[in-house]
């Protein structure tokens, strides 16, 4: 099985992987438009469907893998959505399987926090890039490449054979709850 990761924004990280986690391929895709140039918005949709065809053409991956969408509105909520339905009408058209991973799943998956930082995520995937990689990439090119990177290992180890990092589980602490003398009649107080 291969499988085609994606960080999707204008700045468009990739990764292609197979079931054992070894890294086939990783790399950016640059979709900003180019407002200096009079280019219309809607070609960085073009750009990355193209980008996206011939990756999977070329691949022939059987999943896609993303990171989740997050609502956080304005202009990156819109181009993430944007991506995302090309990446579900582009799995539709060529028979690909599609899913997600949301952000702190990937982020506690690499790195054991759920809120690690951007330079946590790029260290986890240097780390994978070492001993994974089958071009001799040893660093990827920034945040983006190494998110994807780290989301197709994911997914090789949620629905291939790789054994991923196992992170000590964290204890909860109970909270405490307030205690109360006695029933809740007690805690009435009734004047004269």
């Avoid at 700045?11 to 640059?30: C, K």
């Avoid at 995937?125 to 990439?137: E, Y």
């Avoid at 197709?152 to 602490?173: D, I, N, S, V």
């Amino acid at each position: 099985m291969v499988i085609l990761a994606l960080d999707q924004a204008t700045l468009t990280g990739y990764a292609v992987v197979n079931e054992q986690g070894e890294i086939l391929d990783s790399g950016t895709w640059q979709l900003a438009d180019r407002k200096r140039t009079g280019e219309s918005r809607g070609m960085r949709y073009i750009r990355f469907e193209a980008n996206l065809r011939r990756a999977i053409i070329h691949w022939k991956p059987s999943l896609i893998v993303h990171e989740q969408t997050l609502l956080r509105g304005g202009a990156a909520t819109e181009i993430a959505n944007g991506f995302k339905a090309l990446i579900l009408k582009e799995a539709a058209d060529l028979n690909v399987e599609v899913s997600c991973v949301h952000t702190s799943e990937l982020k506690h998956w690499a790195t054991g926090n759920g809120k690690a930082e951007k330079e946590d995520m790029v260290q986890a995937a240097m780390g994978f890039l070492k001993v994974r990689s089958a071009t001799g990439k040893t660093a990827p090119r920034d945040d983006n490449e190494a998110d994807a990177i780290c989301i197709g290992l994911w997914a090789a180890e949620r629905y291939g054979t790789f054994q991923g990092p196992k992170w000590p589980e964290k204890k909860k602490t109970p909270k405490r709850r307030k205690r109360s003398s006695g029933s809740f009649l007690d805690e009435i107080h009734v004047s004269d």
